[in-house]
């Protein structure tokens, strides 16, 4: 396939499509739609039936990338890269030092990526998450000198099994580093200090014509509780049954939905039914986006109630939050990670009411709070839709990541610069410490 414009980007997968990586397609469907040409290798089949939508408006080719069965395997796809790369002997040997620890599948798969870049015609690639597919990116940009960045979001960075010494390495080598935080652009600058001003902060965008905002209708009874997410431990959807419990025993009226399937499935299903929850809680499985805006859409509330689990791993930003606060119903979320970067309580414009991890009492508290006729709903809701519009237009972020990968002019991003470029947050330098309810707002 020869390159019909000079630019030709790369997107390297670990597994593509993916139901849970709903960001990773509107960013390129956002790309795509400013004229980059796209080419998805992706290293792993697919293993879930379901997919959203939205995939069939993807134009880029996949390309699934050989996974050898067996280590001799890898001999065939090494003699196709010496036919195909210009000096192909060499530059492996000068990189074959820092393979001896890896993988063999791997290197393998990063050789034929390096081959099928040449043919194709890549002039740049960028892989989501810095793990597998960052490595097998590395590697293919050592062997043909194109230049390669990563995404970088939570389980690749936090969890108890990130090889550090590898995670600061592929910074080192990386064009550029994107993350999806302030929180974690402070991290990932504090890990590889020397690499700093190659890390940028470029939120997850989303396409706000399918994220129609409705102002919030007034709270109904029962009151209506929706959670999205997978069911693992860092979700924190433990915490949501014990405060429904808690609200439910103290005479509130509640009906809580919450979307996603995962390993907690079961354990969930038995915390339900040993809290006496069978008539107000429903595990509803895994939802495609339209059916999550749905259910947005029927709620009063949206509650994001992160924990950070056992193993370390800790979400970024979760992708349906900032859907949530896109609709118009008004959300309570934990104050881990990038979430104070949006829920905020400053200057008079709350978006959203901060709670700290893993309290059930300020959970419940929250819950209280947001079901009162006095809260303001539709301040919070609009306020909230603002931030989302200024901030997470994905037209905006695919235009800063073109710039990046083509080593434009750019005001690198500042080690806890905010949505607005301040210090700390949309809407001041400061943050702004509020309170509902007796229970402590957490200052952003």
């Not at 890898?74 to 000096?87: D, K, V």
């Not at 709620?299 to 979400?315: H, I, K, L, R, W």
């Not at 508290?365 to 809260?375: P, W």
Request: glycine letters at 10%; proline letters at 7%; one cysteine or more.
């Amino acid at each position: 396939m020869k390159p019909s414009s000079p630019s030709r980007t790369a997107y390297v997968l670990k597994i593509y499509p993916r139901f849970s990586e709903t960001f990773i397609v509107t960013e390129i469907l956002a790309r795509e739609a400013a004229g980059e040409e796209l080419e998805i290798f992706s290293l792993r089949p697919p293993v879930d039936p379901r997919f959203h939508p939205e995939l069939a408006r993807v134009q880029a080719p996949v390309t699934y990338v050989t996974k050898p069965a067996k280590l001799s395997d890898g001999w065939a796809l090494m003699a196709a890269a010496h036919q195909e790369l210009p000096g192909f002997g060499e530059r492996f040997a000068d990189i074959l030092p820092s393979l001896v620890n890896m993988d063999p599948i791997d290197v393998h798969q990063g050789i034929e990526l390096a081959t099928l870049f040449h043919s194709r015609g890549i002039t740049h690639a960028h892989a989501h998450f810095g793990s597998v597919a960052a490595r097998t990116a590395r590697i293919a940009s050592a062997l043909t000198g194109i230049p390669f960045s990563f995404t970088a979001h939570a389980k690749d960075i936090f969890h108890e099994e990130v090889d550090q010494p590898t995670l600061i390495s592929l910074i080192g080598h990386a064009h550029h580093v994107v993350t999806v935080s302030d929180f974690n652009l402070g991290y990932l600058r504090g890990l590889a200090p020397d690499q700093a001003p190659a890390i940028h902060r470029v939120y997850n965008g989303l396409e706000l014509d399918r994220f129609a905002y409705s102002p919030p209708s007034p709270p109904r009874n029962p009151f209506r509780i929706v959670a999205v997410g997978r069911l693992v431990e860092k979700k924190g959807f433990r915490l949501l049954l014990d405060a429904a419990a808690e609200l439910i025993g103290s005479g509130t009226a509640l009906e809580v939905r919450i979307a996603g399937g995962g390993l907690l499935q079961e354990d969930l299903e038995q915390q339900i039914h040993r809290l006496g929850l069978s008539d107000a809680v429903t595990l509803l499985g895994p939802r495609t986006q339209q059916e999550v805006v749905d259910l947005l859409r029927w709620a009063d509330v949206f509650v994001a109630p992160c924990v950070v689990g056992e193993d370390g791993n800790m979400d970024g930003l979760p992708t349906v939050l900032l859907e949530a606060m896109a609709t118009g119903v008004p959300c309570i979320a934990s104050d881990i990670t990038g979430i104070p970067e949006v829920m905020t309580d400053a200057a008079g414009r709350r978006t959203g009411v901060l709670i700290r991890s893993g309290e059930t009492a300020e959970l419940a508290d929250a819950l209280r709070f947001v079901a009162l006729d006095s809260f303001d709903r539709e301040g919070t809701a609009g306020a909230a839709r603002a931030l989302i519009e200024r901030c997470f237009d994905s037209k905006v972020q695919s235009n800063r990541l073109r710039e990046l990968a083509s080593g434009a002019a750019v005001v690198p991003s500042g080690t806890a610069a905010g949505p607005s470029g301040t210090a700390a947050g949309p809407f001041s330098s400061a943050g702004m410490a509020g309170s509902f309810g007796g229970v402590p707002v957490r200052a952003s």
